[in-house]
């Protein structure tokens, strides 16, 4: 099994000989064919979850696809409205809205937000009073499961993201006349494999959620249930089927009598469309453990460091030696630089490249770049069959001050 395709690779090949430092490559092609299909149905809205991947050709990408965008920062906000998309496209959710960043938002237009604390609604109200507007407003509500799942969102531990079904009892909407409330926003896992197991979750979360709606006194129009749909990290893994998932959608959807569902992908929309390739400095043999030194590690790619969980990963030329298996290192002074164990051939060697795979998601920005002041990551796309380079490697001298 391989997780990078025969034009790829020589696409990657070719770029080889005019880099010397890891970069990323983008399939803007492949990821445009997977979007489509995802946005034509009519059972749930969705967004992209910026964070995932916020280079300007994939939020163009998405665009193209009819996603809208949920973005938790002011700079993800103006990333968004930089590409020419229109504020009223824009959903804000994220556990830290200061007074100063919701103003900033609503001096761009964005008028619908997830409102994740008593003090984010007092603040939104404010605002949106003070400019004489009304906001669409989805409460965060964070669940309590005693056999909930554990993953990196918190699943049964509890998270600073939105608040307790207790803690919002107190709310007294009818105070903030600049807000209507037209839902509940609930997200609480990730990297989901299993429709059934998502199914079951969100199941669960129904009956809580329209009684806290009930009890609010507003009606549940939207119900929004955030991320969480995984894409495989190793041969092994199952995979999502999207209209198996749309059907469970649709009964969620009629159980909570909601107008309408929303979800805001992130890895599920763009995981599987970005490649990183990465130079070997060289390979040794430690005790019993043979180890690949690379260019690039969590400079570059954090995830494994802070999942356990390593990108799949190839030799870029072919080759027919034997296999073993490997530790990979990266390049910064700590063994926290550890990019998982793999099976590759037994002639690598210090010419060679690695590829690895599903980087789309939670890749470059979600790293730890400036530690040992390495090289910043070229990213190139590949977009109607074109490479186009779209920022080049940046040297240490180029962001140290
Ligand atoms: C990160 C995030 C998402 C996207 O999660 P994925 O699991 O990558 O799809 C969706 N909603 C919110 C609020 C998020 O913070």
């Known amino acids: 099994m391989t997780f990078l395709s025969t034009p790829l690779r ?156 207790e803690q919002w009892h107190s709310l007294q909407i009818s105070k903030y006349q600049a807000l209507n409330f037209v839902g509940l926003h609930i997200f609480q896992w990730g990297n989901m494999l299993s429709t059934e197991k998502l199914a079951q979750l969100w199941t669960q979360m129904v009956p809580p959620l329209k009684a806290l709606a009930d009890n609010l006194g507003f009606k549940l129009d939207i119900l929004d249930l955030g991320g969480g ?59 019993d453990e043979h180890q690949l030194i690379m260019s690039g590690g969590i400079n570059h790619l954090l995830r494994p460091a802070v999942t356990n969980q390593a990108f799949p990963c190839e030799l870029l030329r072919n080759s027919s030696a034997a296999s073993r298996s490997y530790v990979l290192h990266g390049p910064l002074c700590t063994a926290l630089d550890n990019l998982g164990y793999h099976t590759l051939p037994k002639d690598i060697h210090e010419q060679d490249w690695l590829v690895f795979s599903q980087c789309g998601a939670y890749g470059f920005t979600e790293s730890m770049p400036y530690f040992l002041c390495h090289e910043l990551p070229a990213e190139y796309v590949i977009e109607h069959g074109k490479i186009c380079h779209v920022r080049a490697m940046q040297h240490a001298s180029d962001y140290l001050r």
Not at 50 to 66: E, F, R
Not at 95 to 100: D, L, Y
Not at 269 to 282: I, L, Q, R, S
């Open 10 to 165: 020589q696409t990657i090949t070719e770029l080889t000989k005019q880099e010397h430092t890891p970069f990323f490559v983008y399939d803007l092609d492949g990821l445009l064919s997977h979007l489509k299909p995802l946005t034509e149905q009519s059972v749930v809205k969705l967004w992209y979850a910026v964070k995932a991947n916020p280079l300007s050709n994939v939020i163009q990408t998405l665009d193209k696809a009819g996603f809208d965008f949920d973005v938790a920062s002011n700079g993800e906000l103006d990333q968004v409205l930089r590409q020419g998309i229109d504020a009223s496209r824009v959903l804000n959710t994220g556990p830290a809205k200061s007074k100063r960043q919701i103003q900033h938002f609503l001096s761009q237009g964005v008028r619908t937000f997830v409102a994740e604390s008593h003090n984010q609604v007092k603040w939104l109200n404010d605002a949106a009073e003070d400019l004489n507007i009304q906001l669409r407003i989805l409460l965060r509500v964070q669940l309590r499961w005693p056999e909930g799942e554990k993953n990196p969102l918190g699943g049964d531990s509890l998270t600073p993201f939105g608040l307790g079904v």
């Open 229 to 287: 749909l995984g894409i495989p990290y190793s041969e092994n893994d199952a995979q999502l089927t999207w209209p198996t998932l749309i059907d469970a959608l649709a009964q969620i959807k009629a159980s909570a009598g909601a107008t309408e569902l929303w979800m805001e992908l992130g890895r599920y929309a763009v995981g599987e469309f970005g490649h990183y390739a990465n130079p070997v400095v060289e390979q040794k043999q430690n005790y």
